[in-house]
């Protein structure tokens, strides 16, 4: 089912300088201030508002009863949500670290992902659940992963991804006001940029993909924490006169390719991004289909810049591990060169 549009400003229109965290916590508190059914359950997420401060001040406001700290116990978060969600509630569960989900797994997959069609659209499952996902910000094991590929491979769930303030505040009512079950993946060591939100100017549509820079050369397709180090790399490639088209995915499942299919037919080249490991993965999904759709158009093969098929390295190593602007260069400067 397709997320509804949000045809209203949420909070007083006008543009405000704010952060992915900031834009995070309005969004949730617009949704709790629209919809009495709107909850939010996590670990910590009340009095102390949250890790990363993301529910910041949002217990005080709305209550113990509309945002409650629950016991370190993910799989209870998720069952808890889909009983609520039977009774006409929509949660919001935050899961407090990436690497965090995995005892929620089961509950995810196997209930909160069929019951939708297990009881022939009888029941629905409006919960989103967020995920602070990647590295970057130098913590120990558990606390870098990015599963996003697990669960976009998992029928009846959505998986979505925001790169930016804007998206950050409005995907998140969108995610929200979705019946289906969300897979919210927030990139956490992009929680504290800034950027203007003008909350006056219309969302794009959740599951949607969208080019983020125009360009002629290559088309580079990324979503999440790689946007900015895309974005970094064609500002970079432009002073040598090469001129980078990037494009945010942002819907993870179901993907929105008609933006990258339309570009590569116009480039000829495809270079993909992500910190996730590339085998088996979204990156993995996206190029079987650009080739599929657009091989008469590809002037190189499909190129990724991956995080590597290992688990996730000791802090020290992380620079090492994750894609970087030098790496996505390069895969630029070998997809020319055919």
Not at 102 to 113: A, H, R
Request: charged fraction near 25%.
């Amino acid at each position: 089912m397709a997320a509804p549009a949000l045809e209203r400003p949420t909070a007083t229109a006008g543009t405000q300088t704010v952060t992915i965290a900031k834009a995070l916590n309005l969004g949730l508190r617009a949704s709790l201030e629209r919809d009495p059914k709107v909850l939010i359950m996590g670990e910590d997420v009340g009095k102390l508002g949250g890790v990363f401060r993301i529910t910041d001040g949002l217990q005080k406001d709305f209550g113990e009863h509309r945002v409650l700290d629950t016991p370190l116990a993910e799989s209870g978060i998720i069952g808890t949500a889909v009983g609520l969600a039977i009774r006409g509630f929509r949660p919001v569960c935050e899961i407090q670290f990436d690497g965090f989900i995995f005892p929620g797994f089961d509950q995810i997959v196997s209930q909160l992902s069929k019951l939708h069609f297990r009881s022939q659209g009888k029941v629905k499952m409006p919960i989103v659940v967020r995920v602070p996902f990647g590295g970057g910000i130098g913590a120990v094991e558990h606390h870098s992963e990015s599963p996003e590929s697990l669960f976009a491979h998992v029928a009846g769930l959505k998986v979505v991804s925001c790169a930016n303030p804007v998206d950050a505040y409005w995907m998140l009512q969108q995610a929200i006001e979705c019946d289906d079950p969300v897979l919210f993946f927030e990139p956490k060591r992009r929680y504290y940029e800034k950027a203007e939100l003008d909350l006056a100017t219309p969302p794009a549509p959740l599951f949607s993909s969208k080019v983020v820079r125009p360009g002629s050369a290559v088309t580079v397709a990324t979503y999440g924490p790689m946007v900015r180090t895309c974005l970094d790399a064609a500002t970079a490639a432009a002073e040598d006169g090469t001129e980078l088209e990037v494009v945010d995915l942002r819907s993870l499942s179901p993907l929105d390719l008609g933006p990258v299919f339309e570009s590569v037919r116009r480039t000829g080249r495809l270079v993909l991004v992500s910190e996730a490991p590339g085998e088996s993965s979204v990156t993995s999904e996206v190029t079987a289909r650009v080739q599929q759709e657009c091989f008469y158009s590809l002037e190189a093969p499909v190129l990724r810049v991956t995080g590597f098929d290992t688990p996730y390295p000791p802090s020290k190593l992380e620079e090492g591990y994750l894609p970087d602007l030098d790496r996505v260069l390069d895969a630029v400067d070998r997809s020319l060169a055919y």
